[in-house]
T-cell receptor
């Protein structure tokens, strides 16, 4: 079945470091891909999305490119801040399932 | 600031109690969702309403009873819950045509004692 695999956390970085959180997927068709973020004690927020191959989603300095050839959607940011500390979830959506399939989540800790 | 509002933010209930979680959105979305989230885990879909009609029920026990009174409101009625039902309950909404782009509320933290 369809699935999403994320790198295990926690990922700990210093402020202003470069961030990559890996996400790969398995799907029988052509899913839409999403990154959601959950700050401590809050609900989830849609961070960015891409709906077809080679699309790049971006928001708040974060970027991810839909790579069909490697079935990946890695999240990147050039310079992280303490306020980026959160749990990041990669997810895919297939029309056939009509619901999001979630990765396990990656906790990001940014130290000043 | 979230545009999906959930009340209460915290709820403690006994196993014989009846309580309700409430959710409201004013974004004009016609799809609304209930999710359950355990600590450090991704959210689990419970129910989906589309145009105020229940369209997906992910085999949720009958002690959870959803209700969608109108296009802006979504309730989750709770009765005879178990301690393992303690979790964060998230309400969410989306455009019917964009079901992957979901707007979540901040959640209701439920503790069953």
């Amino acid at each position: 079945g369809d699935s999403v695999t994320q790198m295990e956390g926690p990922v700990t970085l210093s402020e202003e470091a470069f961030l990559t959180i890996n996400c790969t997927y398995t799907a029988t068709g052509y899913p839409s891909l999403f990154w959601y973020v959950q700050y401590p004690g809050e609900g989830l927020q849609l961070l960015l999305k891409a709906t077809k191959a080679d699309d790049k989603g971006s928001n708040k300095g974060f970027e991810a490119t839909y790579r069909k050839e490697t079935t990946s959607f890695h999240l990147e940011k050039g310079s992280v801040q303490v306020s980026d500390s959160a749990v990041y979830f990669c997810a895919l959506f297939m029309d056939s399932n009509y619901q999001l399939i979630w990765g396990a989540g990656t906790k990001l800790i940014i130290k000043p | 600031d979230t545009e999906v509002t959930q009340t209460p933010k915290h709820l403690v209930m006994g196993m014989t109690n009846k309580k309700s979680l409430k959710c409201e959105q004013h974004m004009g979305h016609r799809a609304m969702y209930w999710y359950k989230q355990k600590a450090k885990k991704p959210p689990e879909l419970m129910f989906v309403y589309s145009y105020e009609k229940l369209s997906i029920n992910e085999s949720v026990p009958s002690r959870f009873s959803p209700e969608c009174p109108n296009s802006s409101l979504l309730n989750l009625h709770l009765h005879a819950l178990q301690p393992e039902d303690s979790a964060l309950y998230l309400c969410a909404s989306s455009q019917v045509g964009e079901p992957g782009s979901i707007y979540f509320g901040e959640g209701s933290w439920l503790t069953v004692v």
